[in-house]
Each structure stands twice: as C-alpha cells, then as structure tokens.
C-alpha cells in the first residue's frame, strides 16, 4: 500500500489483452532497440498508443523515455528503434555515457517539495520539448524530466532510489481518470 492509501497489483504486458483493464502503464528502462522490437513483436505497439491517446497514464523511465518521444538522435536511427511518437520532445539517447558512466544524483522535481535521488544509468536526455510537452526535472541545466498531458518521461530510474513520489505522481495521475 502506497502513502496514497490506493492498493494496486503490478501486471506484466506480454499481449495486446493484457493492455486491457489496466490503470495506468510504465514503459521500463533496459535497451529502447530491444524494448521497440519487443513492442512490435508482440503487437503491443497500436495498444499502447491507443492507450495513451485515450488519457491513460503512461510513464517511460530511461529506455521508456527514449520510446515515448516524438523524435530521437542519430543513435535512435541507426539503431532501428521505433518510437511511440507519443510526447512532443526530442531524446538524445544515452546522453551520459556508458553503464560505467552511471551515477546517482539529487534533482528538483516540479511538484515535489524535497529533492529526489535519481540514479542515471546510460541514461537519455530530453533535448528539446515543444507544444504540450514541458520540463519538469532538469540536471546540469539539461532536461531529465517531462510531463505532457496524461504521460511523464524520465531519464532516470525512480525504481531504483527507494523513493516512490515519482511513482505517486503516476498513480494520483490514474486515480483522476
């Protein structure tokens, strides 16, 4: 049970019917390019757009980010990984450099009042937003965080710091629907 009092249960997705009832939808971090064909593959792709068009909460950590937006860099293309398409933003895919590279910092979060452990493993950057898209987490001045409507973006792994605001964010956002 959540500080919020709503209990839950987590579903794995593996098929497009498994999409159907859910409350809201966390895209994972791990790799965009195997996530993208994992999306496809299992013909989840149209589901999950539907989905989020429709106004269920859908957040994307780290490789979910990348998947989330709108357009992404070179690596993006040259890897074949194909984007939801779903927020108006650009990714910069691992924008902090390789898994050695990972590191852990505290970061301002729009809405929460103390700032939040995030942990950055090869993660993205938002480069640009535009439209409905808008920031709310930045690092070193670059974007981390973005909300846009009934999604949220985040560069970082919010599962991994033992703190669940973020995750609350989600959830408040589900429970308004």
Known sequence: MFRLGVEGEAVAVR????????????????????????????????????????????????????????????????????????????????AYGRQRESFEAEVRVEGLCDPFPAVFIRAPVIEKVWGECRPLSRYEGRIVMAAQKNMLAVSFHPELSGDTRIHEMLIQMARSC
């Open 15 to 94: 098929s497009p019917e498994d999409l159907s009832g859910l409350d809201c939808l966390t895209i994972p971090g791990g790799e965009s390019t195997t996530i993208s064909k994992l999306i496809r593959r299992f013909n989840l792709f149209d589901g999950i757009v539907e989905m989020a068009l429709s106004g269920v909460p859908v957040m994307g950590t780290c490789a979910g980010c990348v998947l989330l937006a709108k357009e992404g860099d070179g690596e993006v293309l040259k890897t074949g990984t194909q984007q939801l398409g779903l927020m108006d933003m650009t990714v910069i895919r691992n």
